[in-house]
């Protein structure tokens, strides 16, 4: 048996821990996280690079600059206790995609944004933020 990337368990961990809580409580085991709805869609953004898109159901949309349209990937959803991931693979290369319910600022705008985004792609891990219509990000439209 091989062992996925390494980077892969902390981007899991994101998803399933809710501030070092023990999922099981004194009331018993705690629900999966319920704040972004299975069909709901979460828009997520990163810079340096730049990168983006959105996901809903089992689709994932990836988009940089080089790629504006973005590549669409089937993912598995997965709740944990403190968020979401979605996983699938692109160029035949594990592609994760966690959200945690935690206020996020891009670094360039004046945007304030529901979730933090953790991503693996590529070999290579990224942060940055994402909004649904129910939680939109706060601050100016067009930064």
């Not at 690079?49 to 080089?66: C, I, K, N, Q």
Request: aromatic fraction near 8%; proline fraction near 10%; charge should be negative.
């Amino acid at each position: 048996m091989t062992a996925g990337p390494p980077l892969i368990a902390p981007l899991a961990a994101l998803a399933l821990a809710a501030c070092g809580a023990d999922p099981e409580s004194a009331d018993g085991p705690r629900p999966a996280y319920a704040g972004i709805g299975a069909e709901e869609r979460l828009r997520f953004t990163g810079t340096e690079p730049f990168w983006g898109g959105d996901v809903s159901g089992a689709t994932l949309v990836y988009s940089t600059p080089e790629d504006p349209d973005g590549e669409a990937i089937a993912v598995e959803r997965f709740a944990g206790l403190g968020g979401l991931s979605w996983s699938g693979t692109l160029d035949d290369v594990p592609f994760v995609l966690a959200a945690a319910e935690a206020p996020c600022s891009d670094g360039m705008s004046d945007r304030t944004y529901p979730f933090t985004i953790m991503l693996q792609v590529r070999g290579e891990t990224r942060s940055g933020c994402g909004w649904t219509d129910t939680r939109p990000f706060t601050g100016p439209e067009a930064p």
